[in-house]
């Protein structure tokens, strides 16, 4: 019997957001765990860095990501072939508790809550309603809105602990179950003692997805008007014409993922 399964629609390593790690790592001190995530892009991962994951299992099933061209639109063909293979990888596995990261996944771990009475953790890394509904004035958008934000508003109600990784996205919940919980993204030491390094000028840092829709756009425009700062760009590149536009810039320096 395993303990925990997390589910991601992502491979979880080698990934921007290291949260999905860190809680997995977490999680395996007490419990027994395994992730699920889905291998949805064109580069391979490199099965040898698994091993540094507890039990990682991979959909393997080339599909495109939202912030591509028609992405959203094309996904909506690929989730419930996804969605079946993880409620056929629960239904094996029996945890006693599915934790569910963001609305993709969150559907096939409701229907095996509700089926086999277990236990439901929604952990809400973005508002899908917000983040990848597009903002424009007219009645389909303001109907996908509605229906997606919809969608969250019950899982969210209906788990047995909500967790969101902002005080201001908890409060976006009209309703939630009793657990309800905020747990920052944090990195994994700090080093309060560490000397700060004198710089002349004003530096920048940003870490994430290099791609669009992050303010990178708007950062290259500003950056190039502007002598004494700096920007410094890690983590890991899902559009390459807006890494080549960073490239361009002098006082921009990117560092790797």
């Known amino acids: 019997m ?8 992502d491979p979880i390593i080698e990934q921007s957001s290291i949260r999905a790690e860190q809680i997995t790592k977490s999680l395996v001190k007490k419990f027994s765990i395994i992730s699920l995530g889905w291998n949805r892009g064109s580069i391979p991962i490199q ?3 698994i091993n540094r994951l507890h039990s990682l299992q991979l959909f393997e099933l080339r599909a495109p ?9 094309k996904l909506m063909m690929y989730f419930p072939i996804f969605w079946i293979w993880i409620f056929v990888k629960l239904c094996r596995y029996r945890p006693s508790i599915v934790h569910s990261c963001d609305l993709a996944t969150v559907t096939p771990c409701y229907l095996y809550k509700v089926l ?24 389909f958008f303001t109907i996908m809105y509605s229906i997606i934000n919809k969608m969250e508003e019950f899982y969210a109600n209906k788990s047995d602990t909500l967790i969101t990784v902002a005080d ?33 000028g004003y530096r920048l840092l940003y870490t994430g ?3 669009q829709g992050r303010g990178l756009e708007i950062l290259c425009d500003i950056l190039n008007d502007l ?4 920007l410094v760009v890690t983590g890991k590149v899902k559009d390459q014409n807006l890494k080549n536009n960073l490239d361009r810039i002098k006082n921009i320096k990117y560092h790797g993922f």
Do not use: H, W
């Open 2 to 9: 395993i303990d925990v399964i997390l589910v991601k629609s």
């Open 47 to 49: 099965y040898d860095s």
């Open 65 to 73: 990501y939202a912030f591509e061209r028609f992405g959203k639109i």
């Open 116 to 139: 086999f009475r277990k236990k439901l953790v929604f952990d809400v890394l973005d508002r899908y309603a917000m983040t990848y509904v597009s903002n424009k004035k007219n009645s």
């Open 168 to 200: 201001n996205m908890l409060l976006t919940f009209r309703k939630k179950p009793k657990n309800s919980i905020t747990i920052m993204n944090c990195p994994i030491d700090s080093f309060p003692n560490k000397p700060i390094a004198e710089i002349d």
């Open 209 to 211: 997805a290099v791609r």
């Open 227 to 230: 002598k004494d700062t700096e």
